[in-house]
């Protein structure tokens, strides 16, 4: 049995259509993130889950309970927001037991349900303090308390981690994670942290303008990216997208062109449909070009290079190359290389990218054409 089960979610704000048939089963224990850029309905689609916002249509199954209708109190949910909104007046105790109060439990079962909180998230000696004596971590994990307290079966969390610096960021990315793994919990997280999204998700949902662009695994959705969205929003840096255009088929083959790449085969996927003439996006991600011999490859020349010590990553101008969207008919390269180079800004290299590691997108609704790579893992 699903933990959540969402049909055909529509939510129209006005006549703003914020969520558009939104489908999806997630399986006890999961922790589901929830990707997207600004305004593709993320917190939306939470609060819908939460109660907080009624849908327009559709249907919503908490642990095959039908809440589509159902007050927030009664949904057997939590959720976390990235402004944790504390009690200022009231102990770490007192805000971690407020739900439970509020719904009028016995007084030893909400004593023992926040020592156990505490317990897990490490607050055992804080429980007297008042919210502004605490660091912002702290802070952050009695909002998390707040919501374990309560025992829901779904977690909802909207960018809580957002307002922290990176370093707690990562303390808490790790502390959540194994927070999940003890608690057993389903959770639906929302980020816009990659990696965030990377590391802590059993599945990756992607929106986009309120629609499910594609779900799956991180590293499935790294590797195949269903459609050139989702392909230019995972990973970061982002991939590199130059256009080119077909001037053969053979079968399972395209050869397509570009001015500053030349003539080059990529495979097709079975059932991709193209003809000679289309314009077609070639995606390749930084971490798939590499650095080419003199006579190799094609010219670059270095505008910036970033040392971040095991890796490096620089970022070229490679015109004639003709970047997707670039009006200017120039081509910004980034490349990702897996050691120290010594390389600086103005330096002329030369790149290569092989074919088989390069993604091609097309169609109507730029869908990825060539075939699925295999999985790393
Ligand atoms: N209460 C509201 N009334 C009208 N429009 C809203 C309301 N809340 C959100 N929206 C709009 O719905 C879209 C999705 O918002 P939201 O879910 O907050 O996006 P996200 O969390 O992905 O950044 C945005 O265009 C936003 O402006
Ligand atoms: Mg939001």
New binding site residues.
């Given amino acids: 049995m699903s933990s959540l089960q969402l049909r055909n979610i529509e939510k129209n704000?006005?006549n703003?259509h914020?969520l558009r048939g939104i489908n999806l089963d997630v399986a006890p224990g999961e922790f589901i993130v929830m990707v997207?850029p600004?305004?593709?309905?993320?917190?939306?689609l939470l609060k819908s889950i939460a109660g907080l916002e009624p849908i327009t249509s559709g249907t919503m199954i908490i642990n095959g309970r039908d809440v589509t209708r159902a007050e927030p109190g009664e949904r057997g949910i939590a959720m976390v927001f990235q402004s944790y909104a504390l009690y200022p007046h009231m102990s770490v105790a007192e805000n971690m037991g407020f739900g439970l109060r509020m719904a009028k439990r016995p007084k030893p079962e909400i004593d023992a349900a926040v020592a156990r909180a505490a317990k897990i998230l490490r607050l055992t000696d804080q429980l007297d303090k008042l919210p502004r004596q605490l660091s912002g971590g702290q802070r952050q994990r009695v909002a998390i308390g707040r919501a374990i307290t309560r025992a829901p079966e779904v977690f909802l969390f909207d960018e809580p981690l957002s307002n922290l610096d990176a370093a707690l960021r990562t303390q808490m990315r790790v502390e959540l994670s194994t927070l999940h793994a003890e608690l057993g919990a389903t959770m639906v997280y929302?980020t816009h942290d990659q990696v965030e999204a990377m590391t802590m998700a059993s599945r990756i949902v992607v929106l986009n303008q309120g629609r499910i662009e594609q779900v799956g695994s991180p590293l499935d959705l790294y590797r195949n990216p269903d459609n050139f969205f989702v392909a230019g929003f995972l990973g970061a840096p982002r991939m590199n997208f130059f256009e080119a255009s077909v001037v053969a088929l053979e079968e399972g083959w395209v050869r397509v062109s570009n001015p500053g790449a030349g003539v080059f085969s990529i495979a097709l996927r079975p059932g991709a449909r193209l003809e000679v003439g289309d314009t077609v996006k070639v995606g390749v991600r930084p971490e798939a070009f590499h650095l080419a011999e003199e006579d190799d490859g094609l010219a670059a020349s270095v505008r910036l290079v970033e040392h971040l010590g095991r890796e490096t990553i620089v970022y070229a101008d490679a015109t004639p190359l003709l970047s997707v969207g670039s009006d200017t008919g120039t081509s910004n390269v980034t490349i990702h290389l897996p050691d120290i180079v010594g390389l600086a800004a103005g330096a002329s290299i030369r790149i290569a990218f092989d074919p088989d590691q390069a993604y091609l997108f097309g169609g109507p609704d730029d869908q990825t054409l060539s075939p699925p790579k295999a999985s790393a893992i």
């Fill in positions: 704000y006005g703003y914020a997207g600004s305004g593709c309905g993320k917190s939306t929302v």
